[in-house]
């Protein structure tokens, strides 16, 4: 039986309960700062971040966005990674996908695992593998959200995930694991 989701009703529930944490911080003093490292001239990274920008600032947090020449030594953006992360009210770090492909994934360790917003750390992804993660990647937990905001007991249920990539589809698959459903996951290679 299909059911309708009010998607849009979700996000503003989970906006509001941001935005009072966010509110809550400030409240005692404590600033709540995204930081988002974009390298290159990708149009839809820089439009995604620019988005992600928008959507800090309206739950109340602080935003910065760092931008570096695709041209960049590998060297370079790690020590460019390690200042930015040195600011002692940074509470999250994101580094925009794609990065030049000499660099990826290594350049993703560099991000400091409790600032990583992503999970994208070897360190976030093994705890997300162990289950003992204290943060959930972003999509996978949107789409763990609405699961949970529609009462699905996961439990048992047979999932199919359509991609198999590092942002959604993988940790999506391990989360939904973690809450015992029997995942299948398709990719390019999967026939019809």
């Known amino acids: 039986m299909a059911q309708i989701i ?3 009703g979700i996000a503003k529930k989970i906006h509001t309960k941001t935005a009072h944490k966010v509110a809550s911080l400030k409240a005692k003093n404590i600033t ?3 930081a988002v490292i974009l390298v290159g001239d990708d149009k839809a990274s820089a439009l995604y971040v620019k988005k992600k920008g928008q959507a800090a600032k309206r739950v ?4 910065e966005l760092h931008e570096y020449p695709a041209s960049i030594a590998y060297n370079e953006l790690q020590q460019e990674i390690t200042k930015i992360q040195a600011d002692p009210i940074l509470s999250g770090l994101i580094i925009q ?6 660099f990826y994934p290594h350049i993703l360790d560099v991000v400091d695992p409790r600032v990583d917003v992503d999970c994208l750390t070897h360190y976030n992804l093994g705890k997300l593998v162990m289950g003992t993660h204290s943060i ?4 996978p937990g949107a789409v763990l959200s609405v699961l949970d905001d529609i009462e699905i007991d996961l439990k048992g249920k047979k999932i199919t995930i359509v991609g198999a990539g590092v942002l959604v589809g993988k940790p999506l698959s391990i989360a939904l694991m973690n809450k015992e459903a029997t995942v299948t996951i398709c990719n ?3 026939p019809d």
């Open 188 to 190: 390019e290679f999967t």
């Open 32 to 34: 709540v700062k995204l």
């Open 97 to 102: 996908l794609p990065v030049p492909e000499n």
């Open 60 to 63: 109340g947090m602080a935003f």
């Open 136 to 139: 959930m990647p972003p999509t």
């Open 6 to 8: 009010d998607g849009k």
